[in-house]
């Protein structure tokens, strides 16, 4: 990761959030001071700076809206536009392997992360450094951990994880992106075959994918419909059809936020098998056919 560079005028090409954080909550004067006690560590302990517990909460804040995606340019200024592709394949990786959901909350040193994952130790200090460098691991003595950001959304089974979007994203469009030049040459998609219709028919003939697909869409989708759900006043309405309503997380946070509503999803056959399983049937109910339910 950069080294954060200061310009001539005093002011900074970007700022660690730590950094943006000290200045948020007026302790610019004490900058020197918290960078020193915190070192490499990206967040304060809930205990660190008594006195200032807006530092920490603050932090949070900013980690907060970077992985919501409202910080488009994210810590690293356009850094993120030239070499965001490998952070992306590293959190990817440590997705896929479980890390964060393996690493015990005491945290562990790399012979025992190494032979939890059945790697060397070289390759495996070299995951673990770069995802402190993310923000998303820290290191007490030997130890690594996970931080408040990744144990919030990359635990798997925590109510915010994000793991399955973050899979989803990586199997379905991260080598399609690699043909973007040939889809815009083209004015064709690249992950979906002509022959057998639009790109979710074409999905529909690998039923793994429509899986991952689909808990992706839910995982990502769990913010959103939460904030769909108390902005809008559905009070109003008796019926409410979601069309194209996946695995149906916008239908169930409307229809229990508003019992009263009757939600119907509406969706490919195979989506609704998983729709299916998350909805319950006196809020929500799910078809392919408009007469069905
Ligand atoms: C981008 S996803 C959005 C899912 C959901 N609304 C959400 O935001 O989580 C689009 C959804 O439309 C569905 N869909 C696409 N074509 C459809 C069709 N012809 N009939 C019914 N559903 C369709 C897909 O299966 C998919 O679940």
């Not at 001539?8 to 960078?35: C, H, M, N, Q, V």
């Not at 089974?157 to 040939?182: C, E, S």
Request: contains cysteine; proline residues 6%; glycine residues 8%.
């Amino acid at each position: 990761m950069p080294k954060s560079s200061s310009l001539a005028d005093g002011a900074k090409t970007y700022y660690r959030p730590i950094e943006a954080a000290i200045r948020w909550s007026g302790l610019l004067r004490f900058e020197r001071r918290i960078l020193a006690t915190l070192g490499q560590r990206p967040l304060p302990e809930a205990t660190e700076f008594p006195r200032w517990p807006m530092l920490r909460l603050n932090t949070e804040r900013i980690f907060d809206a970077l992985a919501h995606g409202e910080m488009p340019y994210g810590k690293e200024g356009l850094v993120r536009d030239t070499q965001g592709f490998q952070q992306f394949r590293v959190l990817a990786t440590a997705v896929d392997l479980r890390l964060f959901s393996l690493l015990p909350a005491r945290g562990a040193a790399v012979p025992d992360v190494a032979s939890m994952l059945g790697f060397e130790e070289r390759p495996t200090r070299i995951l673990l450094t770069a995802l402190i460098s993310m923000g998303l691991l820290e290191k007490r003595g030997p130890r690594y951990r996970t931080t408040p950001l990744s144990r919030m959304y990359l635990v798997e089974g925590r109510p915010a994880y994000y793991g399955d979007f973050v899979q989803m994203m990586d199997r379905r469009l991260y080598d399609a992106y690699r043909h973007l030049d040939r889809s815009l040459r083209t004015n064709r998609p690249v992950t979906a075959d002509p022959a057998i219709g639009d790109l979710f028919r074409t999905m529909a003939q690998d039923p793994a994918m429509v899986r991952l697909f689909t808990s992706g869409m839910h995982a990502t989708g769990t913010y959103w419909a939460d904030a769909l759900a108390k902005s809008y006043d559905f009070s109003r309405h008796r019926v409410l059809l979601d069309v194209g309503g996946g695995s149906g997380i916008y239908a169930i946070s409307i229809a229990r936020r508003y019992p009263r509503l009757r939600a119907v999803v509406f969706d490919l056959p195979g989506v609704l098998e998983i729709a299916r399983r998350n909805v319950n049937a006196t809020w929500v109910c799910v078809t392919s056919l408009f007469n069905d339910c």
